[in-house]
């Protein structure tokens, strides 16, 4: 993984945050406070505006700052939570020899991990988790199995989707929707929402030819 590509990554998932406003900002309103495409919007130009910093940086230590600029400019649960995510996943980079899919899924299951912990929410919560657990138990999976770049992002694309989808039918247990019971039903989660903005954004670009 190369610095450039986390900055160009960067800009697309601006792009698509910024696209998204009605959809995040009224998901956040119905099920929590509202808050969470600002917070998204906050920290994405946070990162943007870093890019010269980022630049020369290596990739661990470039995911490093993006977690560490996450966590001073995203209020709200999920800016610790995103913060923990890319700090650990640079951790889990400047430990693995080599470049590889299967370095790349390591350090994103590794990131994943950090969140659990630090939320302390699993799988079936109605949370970010719910797109980020499947999105990389499936990168984990195909990069073992040496698929294609190609074939790893249409997988992960779709997996995304389906853990966000899933997210509607669930009693959220962790986060402001927890207090709603039943009546979260119906609505998906707007942090799962922006995770699989995220995911189908960066894997869009890497098919780009
Ligand atoms: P806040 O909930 O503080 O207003 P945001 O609106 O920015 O912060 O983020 C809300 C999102 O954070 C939720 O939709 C959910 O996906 C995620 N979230 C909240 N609590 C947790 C947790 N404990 N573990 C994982 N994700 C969580
Ligand atoms: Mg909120």
Do not use: W
């Amino acid at each position: 993984m190369k610095t450039a590509i986390i900055i160009n990554a960067s800009h697309e998932i601006q792009r698509t945050i910024l696209a998204n406003e009605d959809t995040l900002e009224s998901l956040d309103r119905a099920i929590g406070d509202g808050d969470h495409y600002i917070n998204m919007k906050r920290g994405a130009q946070a990162i943007v505006e870093i890019e010269t910093e980022l630049a020369v940086l290596s990739p661990e230590a470039a995911l490093n700052k993006i977690g560490l600029k996450l966590l001073s400019t995203i209020g709200g649960a999920s800016g610790p939570l995103l913060a923990s995510f890319f700090i650990s996943m640079g951790k889990a980079l400047q430990s693995y020899e080599g470049e590889s899919h299967l370095k790349i899924a390591t350090a994103f299951a590794a990131g994943v991990q950090a969140i659990i912990q630090r939320g302390k929410a699993n799988l079936g919560e109605k949370t970010m988790l719910d797109v980020l657990i499947p999105v990389s138990n499936q990168f984990l999976l195909l990069a073992q199995q040496n698929k294609d770049t190609s074939v790893i992002c249409e997988h992960l694309i779709a997996t995304a989707e389906q853990g966000m989808l899933a997210t509607k039918d669930l009693i959220a247990t962790k986060g402001r929707a927890a207090g709603l019971g039943e009546r979260a039903i119906g609505h998906i989660d707007p942090g799962a929402k922006s995770c699989q903005l995220m995911i189908a954004s960066v894997c869009n670009l890497i098919l780009k030819p």
